[in-house]
């Protein structure tokens, strides 16, 4: 065999289990992400986890009393939602920072990014 070769082996090899490294810790992140969000003037507090399911939600003070039950369930809906935005942030910013420049880990986690185009079916190699 070829010295360069086994060098640009050794070193494609080094690059791949250096990526999968990043790969394998960013899958524990993404599963310890949360979100939390708090309501104004303390009606309620939310956390949700890395997919946006409710993991909690807390009554900090005795003003959810006030509401009546529309208005608290609106409330509650309206803070479980700003509690699964910021878990999404979180995602997003964790997932975007293994992918290439230009690309968001948001937009990936929306839907909105052309995966396809990342690796096209006839790459230009010229």
């Known amino acids: 065999m070829n010295a360069n070769y086994d060098d640009l082996r050794a070193e494609a090899l080094s ?8 790969l394998l810790a960013l899958r524990g992140d ?12 303390d009606v309620v507090t939310v956390t949700v986890g890395p997919h946006g399911e409710l993991k909690d939600i807390k009554f ?3 003003a959810y009393n006030k509401l009546t039950p529309a208005e608290l369930a609106a409330v509650i809906l309206k803070t479980a ?3 699964r935005t910021k878990a ?11 992918l290439p420049a230009g690309l968001t880990g948001e937009k990936l986690l929306r839907g909105e990014l052309d995966l396809g185009a990342l ?7 010229a």
């Open 60 to 62: 900090p003070t005795a």
């Open 30 to 41: 993404l599963a310890a992400v949360s979100g939390v969000a708090k309501a104004p003037r």
């Open 81 to 83: 939602n700003a509690a």
């Open 15 to 22: 690059a791949y289990q250096s990526r999968r490294a990043e």
């Open 119 to 125: 690796l096209p079916e006839a790459p230009d190699v």
């Open 88 to 98: 999404a942030r979180t995602a997003g910013q964790k997932l975007g920072a293994l």
